[in-house]
């Protein structure tokens, strides 16, 4: 077997964003697009000879092509080991899992998340650090840089490894081992879920007992990478019944949906729990690291609820009465529910800018245990992602440690410390320059200093401005500055209005438009969020110009 050096020229726009890179099926399918991208992402560690790295993705369609070429460039570079999923499956929260667990150099991830698959549709790339993580801004930096540059990359070509089946293949190249271990996708990661949780108490939930019914789930993998681990830990070890799980053969194409469990894309599951006689609800996104709970009769938790009521409730799980609670975190746009738990509790809380990354070097500090995001993430220190099945692993233990429903829990802690009202609507696929020319202007807005002490008034309510910035977060632990995080009006009474830029689309802009207000345990906190809303929502329109830059009278998706 030999390497082989072939000359390449760079491609324009190989810039990894929030969560990697996630382009059309078809730009990775270009001559030496993904040769290219991941020669750079091997021409950014240090020392590549003799590392470890971990392959695997969420199944989608280009998945198999891209372990191929992996494994192909791996050998051609020096890398020591390869350990791939078995079929290229991996979850990300799996992957995050192994990277840890063999203290390995990092690892590829092969998902666009969320967006859809198949050949007309996304796919991505991410690479992840030692530590589990999405790697920094720092490395993703450095990888776009040298894909700026790149004049060739080294392949074995025919070096061909079969990954549908387990096991080691050894060879030689260039006189040095090369090895890649194909690996059951779930082994590891089911391993951890038993360390971190009682595993008994939870089916004793689900399977009931003389005194208390069966604890009904009905878990809708929507076609992700989530589903072999749904069965295998649902089903199998917990005792879960056959049909409490659906959607749980990953398809290349997520059988044609938008993997994204949110109430718009997981219409399904919202319909099967209003009209079926359900406790528990969940879904998960492509790669598994986000998470959608719901309780009997589709009572929508949403994701920064979930994160306050986990934090507040931690000593219903076995892993944190073992590590103790250190801080809470969410990111920026986030509602600010967990912030009251954490003062309650008198821990650090962090607010992060959007993505997974930056939550990585609180936890390696020792000083975060358990974080969230708006966007159906919600995560511990157990792993460097966010963890869809953990989510769900730890509501089941704080239901069967507390016996109360969803709802229940949810009307407690409101009770106790108020309701973070919050909903975001996303415009998806608008023309980018009008976008970036409405985000301009509101920067401009914000940041006059005659704005603030403004009071916008729509449907009768005033909201007086406290403050109006750009987002930027300075990591307290290595110092390093991220800016342009997002615009940000903060108001008087604690309401909140963020505008941001998504950094996932494979093209065009996505606007997100994030609306938070606060109620106190006093005031009234079973109203319909889009209802309490409303009027703050009219004022985020009116100010930004939205619907005129858009060109939309109404979001693509409301959570
Ligand atoms: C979105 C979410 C963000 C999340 C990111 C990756 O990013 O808003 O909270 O971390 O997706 O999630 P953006 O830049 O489009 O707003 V996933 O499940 O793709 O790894
Ligand atoms: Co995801």
Redesign the pocket.
């Known amino acids: 077997l030999s390497v082989k050096r072939v000359e390449t020229k760079p491609y324009e726009g190989q810039k990894p964003?929030?969560?990697g890179l996630r382009k059309a099926v078809k730009v990775f399918q270009q001559p030496n697009y993904t040769e290219n991208f991941i020669q750079a992402i091997l021409n950014s560690i240090h020392p590549l000879p003799g590392s470890v790295l971990v392959v695997g993705g969420d199944g989608r369609y280009f998945g198999k092509e891209a372990v191929d070429i992996i494994i192909k460039i791996a050998a051609a570079n020096g890398v020591a080991k390869l350990i791939v999923g078995q079929n290229g499956i991996l979850s990300?929260p799996a992957v995050s899992t192994l990277i840890r667990k063999y203290q390995v150099t990092g690892g590829i991830v092969l998902t666009a998340?969320?967006n859809p698959g198949g050949p007309d549709n996304d796919f991505g790339i991410k690479f992840n650090s030692s530590n589990g993580g999405p790697a920094s801004d720092s490395v993703t930096e450095k990888i776009y840089e040298i894909t700026k540059t790149i004049s060739f990359y080294n392949i074995v070509p025919d070096l061909n490894v079969d990954v549908s089946k387990l096991g080691e293949t050894n060879v030689q190249i260039g006189g040095k081992p090369f090895t890649v271990q194909v690996i059951d996708s779930v082994a590891d990661y089911l391993a951890l879920m038993k360390e971190i949780f009682d595993f008994a108490k939870i089916k004793s939930l689900i399977q009931g007992s003389s005194s208390r019914p069966p604890f009904k789930l009905l878990i809708n993998s929507m076609h992700g990478v989530t589903g072999p681990y749904v069965e295998h830990i649902f089903i199998k070890e917990l005792g879960a019944a056959k049909d409490n799980t659906v959607n749980t053969v990953p398809l290349p194409d997520f059988g044609g949906h938008h993997p994204d469990p949110n109430l718009t894309y997981a219409a399904d599951l919202v319909t099967a729990m209003k009209n079926g006689d359900y406790d528990f609800g969940a879904a998960f996104?492509g790669?598994g690291?986000?998470n959608m709970v719901l309780g009997k009769k589709a009572f929508f938790v949403t994701p920064s609820d979930s994160l306050a009521v986990l934090a507040n409730n931690l000593n219903c799980i076995p892993y944190f009465k073992k590590t103790g609670v250190k801080g809470f975190a969410r990111?920026m746009p986030t509602a600010a529910a967990v912030d009251r738990v954490a003062a309650a509790q008198k821990k650090e809380i962090f607010e992060t800018p959007?993505?997974?990354k930056y939550f990585g070097n609180l936890m390696d500090a020792g000083r975060l245990s358990i974080c969230g995001?708006?966007?159906f993430?919600t995560g511990s220190d157990h792993i460097r992602e966010?963890d869809g099945i953990w989510a769900v692993l730890a509501w089941l233990s704080v239901i069967a440690e507390l016996g109360e429903s969803v709802e229940q829990i949810l009307l407690k802690h409101w009770k106790t410390f108020g309701r973070n009202y919050f909903t975001r609507y996303d415009y998806e696929n608008c023309e980018s320059a009008p976008c970036n020319e409405m985000m301009k202007k509101l920067e401009e807005k914000v940041t006059s200093p005659s704005f603030v002490g403004q009071s916008l008034s729509s449907q009768g309510k005033t909201f007086v401005v406290k403050k109006g910035d750009n987002f930027e977060y300075v990591d307290p632990v290595d110092k390093s500055v991220a800016k342009n995080q997002g615009i940000r009006v903060l108001f008087e009474d604690g309401s909140r209005l963020i505008y941001?830029l998504?950094?996932?689309?494979s093209s065009g802009a996505?606007v997100?438009l994030y609306a938070e207000s606060y109620e106190p345990a006093s005031g009234s906190i079973t109203v319909e969020a889009s209802v309490a809303l409303q009027p703050l929502v009219q004022v985020a329109l009116d100010l930004s110009e939205l619907q005129k830059f858009t060109k939309r009278d109404k979001p693509t998706v409301i959570t």
């Open positions: 964003g929030t969560s990300t998340s969320h996104d790669d690291d986000r990111s959007t993505g997974w995001e708006e966007s993430g966010k941001r998504s950094g996932t689309g996505t997100r």
